[in-house]
Nanobody
Framework: VQLQASGGGLVQAGGSLGLSCAAS??????MRWYRQAPGRQRELVAT???????TYADSVKGRFTISRDNAKNTVFLQMNYLKPEDTAVYYC?????????????WGQGTLVTVSS
């Protein structure tokens, strides 16, 4: 499975930004967004199952929305009311089918910078 993320950039605090990540090569089930700020551990931001069930980190609830297009094997992250502390490299992650087993796959990171 290959995951190709796009959509990062620079935005002012209070603004919005959208990320997308397209999966190719095999079937995927749960898809996730993680982020890693400088000097900090990677943290789970949001998860969406193939059926569309979503979960969020407390720090982004009410501001971020994860969604997916199963026909296109693509996951999205709409980020609103961005704060400087949202600055991080964002990574998409998915459970992908490798033969007959499910494996963990990662996309390349995309940098989100929120200026104050």
């Amino acid at each position: 499975v290959q995951l190709q993320a796009s959509g990062g950039g620079l935005v002012q605090a209070g603004g919005s930004l959208g990320l997308s990540c397209a999966a190719s090569g095999s079937t995927v089930r749960a898809m996730r967004w993680y982020r890693q700020a400088p000097g900090r551990q990677r943290e789970l931001v949001a998860t969406i199952t193939r059926l569309g069930i979503t979960t969020y980190a407390d720090s982004v609830k009410g501001r971020f929305t994860i969604s997916r297009d199963n026909a296109k094997n693509t996951v999205f992250l709409q980020m609103n009311y961005l704060k400087p502390e949202d600055t991080a490299v964002y990574y998409c992650n998915a459970d992908g089918l490798y033969g007959t087993v499910w494996r963990d796959y990662w996309g390349q990171g995309t940098l989100v910078t929120v200026s104050s």
